[in-house]
Nanobody, 115 residues
Framework: QVQLVESGGGLVQAGGSLRLSCAASGSIFSASAMGWYRQAPGKQREWVAR???????AYADSVKGRFIISRDNAKNTVYLQMDSLKPEDTAVYYC?????????WGRGTQVTVSS
């Protein structure tokens, strides 16, 4: 069974940093583009960043220059390094795996940035 498990969320002051991790089942990780999404209270889920199997990465404008996505194929894990956090970054962050035919989601991890 495919599983994505996020960790690393928490409460941080504005300007601080957090590093999110997403551990994935080995059967899908190497074949999938991995992404991070987030959903703030009362808002729709929005895309944050993605990294392809070739390690090409792309970012939403709202996080460009502050967040870095990376993947460790040996550990079946994708990371999201978040620096210079802002209160508007507060949300539940979800990991996504996209094999091209099937999409999987984790259950999310809460990130709260206080002002």
């Amino acid at each position: 069974q495919v599983q994505l498990v996020e960790s690393g969320g928490g409460l941080v002051q504005a300007g601080g940093s957090l590093r999110l991790s997403c551990a994935a089942s080995g059967s899908i990780f190497s074949a999938s583009a991995m992404g991070w999404y987030r959903q703030a209270p009362g808002k729709q889920r929005e895309w944050v960043a993605r990294i392809l199997r070739t390690t090409y990465a792309a970012y939403a404008d709202s996080v460009k220059g502050r967040f870095i996505i990376s993947r460790d194929n040996a550990k079946n894990t994708v990371y999201l390094q978040m620096d210079s956090l802002k209160p508007e970054d507060t949300a539940v962050y979800y990991c996504q795996a996209n094999s091209g035919t099937v999409t999987y989601w984790g259950r999310g991890t809460q990130v709260t940035v206080s002002s």
